[in-house]
């Protein structure tokens, strides 16, 4: 049988090292493979297929691979596919004597591991009665749905939790409960036993208080979590009366089927004879349940199954690395490792083997050596599967590493970005034209530190990308939008509202301010009339009430009062500066006019906000703020796929605000030219040629304050989990008096505390091993807002120890004098702030160049003054909405359209649909593009969108519940439209239907012809022959102009291309037609340099007279 190494030279591929070539020729029966970090599982896993298929072990599609995310899931496939496809030009040297022809066709079953879940419900849900058509709720349409709950919730609800943190404490305990497959009544009783003995044990010695403090936090607690089950019950109600279930239901209910239904694992190791199972080191208890069921020794029933059928040795091989085991607050269980042996066991009964991938393929020697130590406790301690050291390849460069210790935060952040500066200069230098900086990340502990980090690299003069939902909300340009909205939405919006009067378009003084408030309390007092316009009008309804808290609070404390209102009834003149009077008045035209559109749906709204705010033109001046917009587009339009409004999208971006946690591993895009700053859990699976770990400082990484279950909602009591066996058990004192008591619960938390400091430990080997080259490490004494400073952490030191062999650090502040406070963080700040700030000089001379220039050109008799920014103080009052400049200029447009003709030229940056536009009429383009109009909503539109919604949920599955990378769907509660069940039905009916996409949705940004072109892609499809075919769903009929549709399909091909790393000849593109079930793929489609001079042919077109 020909071996792994030859067949690699067969296929023209690096032959495996000794570590991965056992691996891959590994017999077909139980395996676990420790995999470190960058030791090349993934390469491995697509080998070992290839070999079984080459040498007549296994059919391709007898082969299941399991991994967590689309992303890697779709990287696996594709190796193989590739390799299959390079196997079939081989001369018969497979070891079976077979030609190339006689291999057999077919692909492996990649998928995620939820993927896998939804089709055992879908094939198999009818044997325990459950519905296998029920809609999967997306994390956004399950916040809101549980939000709905609470919202509508008449019982008594004896907690201080506002709604919003109501509603994330229910979900907690939902998917908790659903993790380790247990119901809320249990979780019911069990508090109600835990409480009863806190509260029943008799006081201690000398105790004054009913109740001791240690105890106090703990039932209170308790009592919060217990209150809240009946919303979790109801929660649970309005799923199964919508007919709709959430990603931890799809694991629950698998769970369960395969359990009491052991002919569905008879099914499943029949149709599936080799199965590989990545990450496994990050599966929770219901899919350790799943796969034990299915492949392995189920519930310890032995060698024999269902009809007598062999249970033990089926060859499963699952991949992990116990120190990369760092998601357990997410349902993750660092048992399932170590347990794989015995869960899945030999033939004959005996443990199965254990094999290891110890050879780094990205890291450098420097940055091992501090990997490995770091990591030592982890890798030979406990419970867990021991694993050795990493060991770099022999031609591994030795790598840089840069540390220092810093006085403050800022001094350290500052630090950290000139260094990586330097770094990207000197790239820049040495490459010559053409030269792009190294791929560079920064990896923070807390989403809190993101803001800092990320305006520290912008002053170095670096391109910034802030990776993640939370991180994303506190971009300028995002926060401005969000606050735009949130003063629309809510008026009493203070802090929203001071962003923006005080930002860089309104720039409202602190005087101006003041009497702004001044008058924002004069209306909000308790004699103010109903209609806001003084006496005369109606009486106020709650003027009695609005009275009495005014007399018992100060009227700063009410809440009531609001800048927004103020501003459109600004009382005296006299009262405000004249420029700041003007500024409040276009400011509140400003507000009123896009108040009027808030009954747009949400992609359009804030669409509309990002022009009206001119952020659209100031993100293309910032050069890396259109990818956070488009970012956060993408954000609204998933949460808008539910059928959201304003107001539910600001309670989801408030409730997403204060998770700290990151993406989904692997799922982080990567481009080039940008530092990338993102949360250390979210950068697990990705690398980078420099990554620095910033803050390593006291209670910052490694955080050491945390929960135990006694007070986290998210965590279950021990005895109600299903990894019980391998965490601390609560120590009960017989007898014990609340003394005792707490004694026992302090101790029982400093075990957990050690539990948590590991996996903090785990993180920090997780970010060490992101870097390929350079790796730069460091912390703080004074962080901002400390009362007193708090130093390096032991990580810190730690590393610093371990790095003085290879290099001093940079700097090693001291610590500082007792008495020196906080006079060491002087803070001072110009305001209002200059918003062009040190580019001001340049950016003057360039205006003045301008203005001179317009003034050259002016006509005799001047045109209206256009509403642009930076003219605040250069309006009339007098049309404080400006209709009469706006119907002045349209007038003036359409009698100037019979005279002449003016020349449009592309955007740098131009969507797909555009460009179809520009094949089909370019005239008409160009209209658009010179005053763009938004899109009239329509039910066909609108079906369209929610068709390719279910679409997408059929075909998609995740992993992990993410903020960053939410798929779209729709909730339940919007009705049923016999249009879209019709254009259901026609799809189930066609082939596609029975194919699996690699991928589903695919949003790209690519270059092409010069030009920047946008896009998302319906689906992507393996071929057989190692190629890929790009389809669109068309919901319509088909185009008149089919030349000019084509251009779709081209642009998507080559964003797609470029995206894979492809040849273009090896990707297909194909629309279908659902309602007619035709699928057409146009020949001869545009290349690059066909679309190249489609735009050249377009580029400055004339926009002929209406």
Same mark, same amino acid.
Request: glycine share 10%; proline share 8%; net charge negative.
């Given at each position: ?29 139980p ?9 090349g599982?993934?390469e ?13 072990q ?51 079953d ?85 409480l009863?003995r ?13 109740l ?41 209910i ?88 015995t ?25 091992l ?6 990591s ?40 950290l ?28 502990r ?7 980090t ?21 971009? +300028?340009?995002? @926060?401005?939008?969000? =606050?735009?909205? /949130?003063? #629309? %939405?809510?008026?009493? !919006?203070?802090? *929203?509202?001071? $962003? ?10 602190a ?9 924002a309390?004069?209306?909000a ?30 009227v ?15 009382? +005296?003149?006299? @009262?405000?500066?004249? =420029?700041?009077? /003007?500024? #409040? %008045?276009?400011?509140? !035209?400003?507000? *009123?006019?896009l $108040? ?62 204060e ?26 699976g ?19 304050r ?22 601390p ?16 619960l302090?101790?029982?938390a ?93 950016v ?5 160049r ?31 909405f ?191 037609y ?21 735009i ?11």
């Amino acid at each position: 049988m020909i071996s792994a190494i030859d067949l690699a030279r067969e296929l023209g591929l690096p032959a495996p090292t000794a570590e991965q070539a056992a691996v891959i020729e590994a017999p077909l029966e139980p395996g676990l493979v420790v995999a470190g970090a960058g030791s090349g599982k993934t390469e491995t896993m697509a080998a070992r297929v290839v070999y079984l298929i080459a040498t007549g072990q296994v059919r391709p599609e007898q082969v299941l691979g399991l991994t967590f995310t689309r992303k890697a899931a779709a990287a696996l496939a594709q190796r193989i596919r590739q390799r299959l496809a390079l196997l079939t030009t081989l001369r018969p040297r497979t070891g079976s004597g077979r030609s190339p022809a006689d291999l057999p066709a077919g692909d492996p079953d990649v998928s995620t591991y939820h993927a896998f879940g939804g089709r055992l419900i879908a094939d198999f849900g009818p044997l325990a009665g459950i519905e296998p058509a029920a809609r999967v709720l997306t994390p956004t349409g399950a916040w809101q749905l549980a939000r709905r709950v609470v919202g509508r919730w008449d019982g008594d609800l004896l907690t201080d939790l506002g709604p919003d943190q109501v509603t994330e404490r229910l979900l907690a305990i939902s998917s908790a409960l659903a993790d380790h497959l247990t119901d809320v009544d249990l979780l019911s009783d069990e508090l109600a036993t835990v409480l009863d003995r806190l509260r029943s044990a008799p006081p201690g010695p000398r105790q004054r208080a009913a109740l001791h403090s240690g105890l106090a936090g703990p039932v209170k607690r308790l009592q919060d979590r217990q209150w809240i089950l009946p919303l979790v019950a109801a929660y649970v109600r309005a799923k199964r009366d919508r007919g709709v279930v959430d990603f931890a239901d799809q694991m629950q209910i698998a769970a369960t089927l395969v359990r009491e239904h052991p002919r569905i694992g008879e099914a499943m190791r029949e149709r599936y004879r080799v199965v590989l199972l990545d990450e496994y080191q990050d599966t929770g208890h219901a899919q350790r349940v799943i796969l034990r069921s299915l492949f392995g020794d189920r519930d310890g029933a032995g060698r024999a199954g269902g009809h007598g059928q062999a249970r033990w040795g089926h060859p499963v091989t699952a991949v992990g690395d116990p120190v990369q085991s760092i998601y357990s607050w997410r349902g993750a269980s660092a048992s399932n490792l170590p347990r794989f042996v015995t869960d899945f066991p030999l033939a004959s009964g005996r443990p199965s083997s254990i094999r290891s991938l110890l050879t780094s393929f990205r890291n450098p020697g420097a940055v091992l050596a501090l990997a490995n130590e770091v990591s030592r406790p982890v890798r030979q301690g406990g419970r867990a599967v021991e694993v050795g050291e990493l060991r770099p390849t022999p031609a591994a460069d030795p790598g840089r590493l840069r540390y220092g210790l810093f006085g403050t935060a800022e001094q350290e952040n500052a630090w950290l970005a000139e260094a990586i500066a330097g770094y990207w200069r000197d790239a820049l230098d040495e490459g010559g034209a053409g030269a792009t900086p190294p791929t560079t990340a920064v990896l923070v502990r807390r989403r809190s530190d993101m803001a800092d980090t990320a305006d520290a690299l912008r002053a170095a003069g670096l391109p910034v990308e802030v990776v993640g939902l939370g991180g994303l909300l506190d971009e +300028p340009e995002v @926060a401005d939008l969000v =606050a735009t909205l /949130r003063v #629309l %939405v809510d008026p009493t !919006a203070g802090p *929203a509202a001071m $962003r923006l009067l005080t930002g860089a378009r309104w720039q409202l003084g602190a005087a101006d301010l003041e009497a702004l408030a001044a008058r924002a309390r004069e209306l909000a007092g308790p004699a103010r009339p109903a209609d806001g316009h003084g006496a005369g009008g109606p009486a106020d309804p709650t003027a009695v009430v609005r009275s009495a808290v005014a007399a018992a609070l100060p009227v700063e404390d009410i809440d009531t009062w609001s800048m927004v209102d103020a501003a459109g009834d600004l009382g +005296p003149a006299q @009262a405000y500066s004249a =420029a700041g009077h /003007r500024r #409040l %008045v276009r400011f509140a !035209a400003h507000l *009123a006019r896009l $108040r009027a559109r808030l009954n747009q749906p949400l992609p359009d709204l804030i669409a509309d906000l990002e022009r009206a705010c001119h952020l659209d033109v100031e993100s293309l001046v910032a050069g890396t703020g259109r990818a956070h917009l488009d970012a956060f587009a993408a954000v609204v339009a998933e949460v808008a796929a539910t059928g959201a409004g304003p107001a539910e999208l600001l309670e989801y971006l408030d409730a997403a605000a204060e998770r700290e946690d990151g993406l989904t591993p692997g799922e982080v895009p990567q481009p080039s030219g940008r530092v990338q700053v993102l949360t250390v859990h979210a950068a697990k699976g990705l690398e980078w040629e420099i990554v620095a770990v910033p803050h390593l400082t006291e209670g910052v990484f490694p955080i050491t304050r945390g929960s135990t279950w006694l007070g986290d909602p998210a965590q279950l009591p021990p005895q109600l989990r299903g990894d019980r066996d391998d965490l601390p058990q609560l120590a009960w004192p017989a007898g014990g008096t609340q003394k005792d008591l707490a004694d026992a619960l302090a101790a029982h938390a400093a075990e957990f505390g050690e539990l948590r400091l590991t996996e903090e430990r785990r993180l920090l080997y997780v970010a060490l091993t992101r870097a390929e080259r350079t790796l730069l490490f460091s912390g703080h004494h004074w962080g901002t807002g400390l009362a007193k400073p708090a130093g390096p952490s032991p990580f810190l030191e730690e590393c610093a120890a371990l790095a003085r062999p290879f290099a001093e650090p940079d700097e090693w502040a001291p610590p500082p004098a007792t008495d020196e406070g906080q006079q060491l963080l002087p803070r001072t700040a110009v305001w209002p702030i200059d918003p062009l700030g040190p580019r001001r000089p340049h950016v003057q001379v360039g205006a003045d160049r301008v203005l001179q220039a317009l003034a050259d050109l002016a006509a005799a008799e001047p045109e209206p003054v256009e509403d642009r920014p930076g003219t605040a103080d250069e309006v009339d009052t007098g049309d404080p909405f400006g209709w009469a400049a706006d119907v002045t200029t349209l007038l003036a447009e359409r009698s100037d359209r019979g005279r002449e003709v003016h020349e449009v030229e592309l955007p740098g940056t131009i969507t797909v649909t555009s460009l179809v536009e520009l094949a089909d009429d370019p005239a008409e383009l160009a209209r658009r593009l010179t005053r763009p109009v938004p899109t009239e909503s329509s039910g066909r539109l609108s079906r369209g969108t929610d068709f390719h919604a279910w679409l997408e949920h059929r075909f998609r599955g995740e992993a992990l519940l993410e903020l960053s990378d939410l798929p779209g769907a729709g909730d339940a509660w919007v009705g049923a439209d016999p249009e879209i069940e019709d254009l259901k039905r026609r799809f189930l009916a066609s082939p596609w239907a029975d194919r699996v996409p690699i991928d589903v949705e695919v949003p790209f940004a690519s270059r092409i012809a010069g030009l920047g072109v946008r896009g998302r892609v319906d689906a992507i499809f393996a071929d057989a022959d190692g190629g890929i075919t790009v389809v669109d769903w068309k919901t319509g009929h088909s185009p008149l102009r089919e030349d000019a549709a084509a251009v779709q399909l081209a642009c998507y091909r080559l964003a797609i291309a470029q995206l894979h790393g492809l040849p273009l000849a090896r990707v297909r593109a194909a629309f279908h037609y659902v309602r007619s079930g035709v699928t057409q793929s146009p020949a001869n489609l545009l290349d690059a340099d066909g679309i190249e001079a489609l735009i050249a042919r377009n580029t400055l077109d004339p926009v002929p007279p209406r």
